[in-house]
């Protein structure tokens, strides 16, 4: 039993440095997902009408606009926290704010994560890292965090989306 947990406590902790040399596929393939996300997200936010920015499916729900301001709030702060990097200044939006201004802004809050997530790699996934109101989480967690938050928010687009008659990018096929 002792020789076991000797070897999973070696293996796990030589596990960043053995990411590391293999080129770190988890950083890797973090950075795909961030570039998948930053594709529908910001497709999503090109197809919705300016006109339907203001829609909500029920008074409690965060209207579209919302839902973009929210992600470019969330850009910056996560992308920033993973990458140790602080977010560029930028102009202050409001789910209110033009669609323009909100599709500008969302756009740039991705190309700052990409630029961000182009330093990073798998040796310091575990690293513990400052994480809302000062809890500390480690660097791969807040990775995870962010994935599901793209997810979540482009499925909540993809929602609204077909909620006013429009296909999601997702669904459309290529061709």
Not at 9 to 22: G, R, V, Y
Not at 75 to 94: E, F, S
Not at 129 to 139: A, D, E, I, N
């Amino acid at each position: 039993m002792r020789i076991r947990l000797l070897a999973m406590t070696t293996a796990i902790a030589a596990l960043p440095h053995l990411a590391a040399a293999q080129g770190a596929p988890v950083s890797q393939a973090f950075r795909e997902e961030a570039s998948s996300a930053s594709k529908n997200l910001i497709a999503a936010a090109t197809e919705m009408p300016a006109e339907k920015y203001s829609y909500k499916p029920t008074p409690a729900q965060m209207s579209f606009g919302d839902i973009v301001a929210h992600l470019i709030e969330g850009n910056d702060y996560l992308c920033g926290v993973i990458a140790g990097a602080k977010a560029p200044a930028r102009a202050k939006v409001t789910g209110a704010s033009s669609k323009d201004a909100l599709v500008g802004e969302l756009k740039d809050s991705f190309a700052f994560c990409d630029q961000a997530f182009a330093k990073i790699d798998d040796s310091k996934i575990g690293e513990q890292l400052p994480f809302f109101g000062g809890k500390t989480r480690s660097r791969a967690n807040i990775m995870f965090v962010t994935v599901g938050d793209w997810a979540d928010h482009y499925s909540q687009s993809a929602i609204y989306l077909r909620l006013n008659g429009l296909l999601p990018p997702t669904a459309k096929k290529e061709g």
